[in-house]
């Protein structure tokens, strides 16, 4: 799970930088005032106990303002990035696949056949024949497939989502 930064003091501090900034504005209960009021500080103090912390440098505010604003947006770029990257359809690792657990949902690509489809995970376990590792799926068509760890990567893959068709020639088998 991705942590969301927390974005309150930004908010009360922009409400408190437009409503009672260097320009002037309204007090809390809609009066004008403007920035040389000698009201100005007590507003800034009464913004600060509501949650502003940029009320205490009162000039400075607005440039370290922005400049955590700045910080923020850059973060929750960053943040978008890493969820769209979370997304986007990749072929999982063999350690992945291993670890999947029953109702798991995978997109099954057999090597040589033009058709991905979803399978839920029903169990693993060893195969008595040859003492390999399988997964055992429910495909998105009605078949159950068992599909083996040693032929991983060479005769079937998983992928995190469905890739289209340039993502799947891209992707190189092992």
């Avoid at 489809?117 to 078949?143: E, K, Q, Y």
């Avoid at 060479?154 to 088998?173: L, N, S, V």
Wanted: glycine fraction near 8%; charge should be negative.
């Amino acid at each position: 799970m991705i942590e969301r930064p927390n974005i309150m003091p930004l908010v009360y501090g922009l409400d408190c930088c437009i409503n009672h900034g260097s320009m002037g504005g309204t007090d809390c209960n809609g009066h004008w005032e403007y920035a040389n009021d000698s009201r100005r500080d007590i507003v800034l103090v009464n913004n600060y106990r509501k949650g502003c912390t940029y009320g205490e440098c009162k000039t400075g505010c607005v440039v370290t303002l922005a400049k955590d604003a700045c910080a923020c947006i850059i973060e929750q770029n960053h943040i978008i990035q890493a969820m769209m990257e979370e997304y986007m359809p990749r072929v999982m690792s063999l350690e992945e696949v291993q670890a999947l657990h029953a109702n798991d949902v995978v997109w099954l690509e057999d090597k040589g056949k033009p058709n991905i489809i979803p399978g839920i995970v029903r169990n693993r376990h060893l195969w008595p024949h040859s003492a390999a590792m399988v997964t055992n799926f429910m495909r998105g068509d009605g078949c159950k497939v068992t599909a083996g760890d040693d032929d991983y990567g060479k005769r079937w893959r998983g992928w995190t989502a469905r890739p289209d068709d340039k993502t799947r020639e891209a992707a190189a088998w092992t």
